[in-house]
C-alpha cells in the first residue's frame, strides 16, 4: 500500500496542479443588485449592508471559446487550498461591502464566497492562494467606477430605458478595454451583469471577445438598488 501511495501521489500533484492552472483569463463579474432583487428574493447579510453599487459576483477563470471551467470537479483540494472562511477576517468589511450575498435567509456571506472559491477560482491556484484571489478582485473592482460614469452621463437606476450601447461605450471609455454586459428578464430586459476581462494573471484589463448568454437588446432598463 505505500509503494502504491508513493506511485500515486506524484500524479496526483502533477494533475492538481495542471487543473489549477487549466485557464486562458479571468472574467470580473459585476452585478446590478436592482436586477438580481428583480427575480429573486433578496435579504442583506447578516453582518452589514452593502454600498449601493454594482457588486462582485465573482472573478472567474475562463477559456478563449467563452465557457468557464467548474473547478469544483476536479480532485479534491489539500486541506490548505480548501475555503477556510478564518482568512477572509482581513477582508470582511470591504467584502461586505463590494461582494455581498443577498441570498435568503439573511448569511455571514461565507456560503457564497466558499462557492466561488470552489466552483471557479480553484482553478487559478496556480496564481493565486485564497487571501490573494479575494484581494485581487477587489482591488480589480475598486479601480473602476460604473456607476458614477453612467450617472455622469445621466444614466441613472430609476426604472428608465436606456441605450444599450450607449451604456456599453460609457463601460468602454472606464475600463479602457471592450466589456461584455448581461441582461436579465422580467418584464422587459434589464442590465444585469458587466464581464470585464483580465489577463491570466489577473492584473490587467483586456477585450472582452466572447458571446455571453442573455444578451441585451438596443433598449434596456436599469433598476433602482433594491430595498431591502
Request: aromatic content about 12%; some cysteine.
Amino acid at each position: 500500500d505505500e509503494v502504491m501511495i508513493r506511485l500515486i501521489l506524484p500524479f496526483l500533484l502533477v494533475f492538481s496542479v495542471t487543473a489549477a492552472s487549466n485557464y486562458d483569463y479571468f472574467h470580473l463579474v459585476l452585478q446590478w443588485p436592482g436586477s438580481y432583487c428583480n427575480v429573486n428574493r433578496c435579504c442583506p447579510m447578516s453582518t452589514g449592508y452593502p454600498k449601493k453599487n454594482f457588486t462582485i459576483h465573482g472573478l472567474w477563470p475562463a477559456f478563449r471559446n467563452g465557457t468557464f471551467p467548474s473547478c469544483d470537479k476536479n480532485p479534491p483540494l489539500p486541506p490548505a487550498s480548501r475555503y477556510n472562511q478564518n482568512r477572509m477576517g482581513p477582508l470582511n468589511d470591504m467584502m461586505i461591502e463590494h461582494w455581498h450575498s443577498f441570498r435568503c435567509p439573511s448569511s455571514d456571506g461565507h456560503s457564497f464566497w466558499r462557492h466561488e472559491w470552489d466552483k471557479h477560482d480553484t482553478c487559478s491556484l496556480s496564481r493565486f492562494d485564497q487571501l490573494s484571489y479575494f484581494e485581487a478582485a477587489l482591488e480589480l473592482k475598486n479601480k473602476v467606477d460604473i456607476l458614477l460614469r453612467l450617472n455622469e452621463r445621466n444614466i441613472f437606476p430609476n426604472n428608465s430605458d436606456y441605450a444599450s450601447n450607449v451604456i456599453f461605450q460609457i463601460i468602454r471609455r472606464e475600463v479602457s478595454y471592450e466589456p461584455a454586459i448581461q441582461c436579465n428578464t422580467k418584464s422587459g430586459l434589464r442590465l444585469y451583469c458587466i464581464h470585464i476581462c483580465i489577463n491570466k494573471q489577473g492584473n490587467q484589463f483586456i477585450d472582452c471577445k466572447v458571446s455571453i448568454k442573455r444578451k441585451c437588446t438596443s433598449q434596456i432598463v436599469f433598476p433602482p438598488f433594491p430595498k431591502i
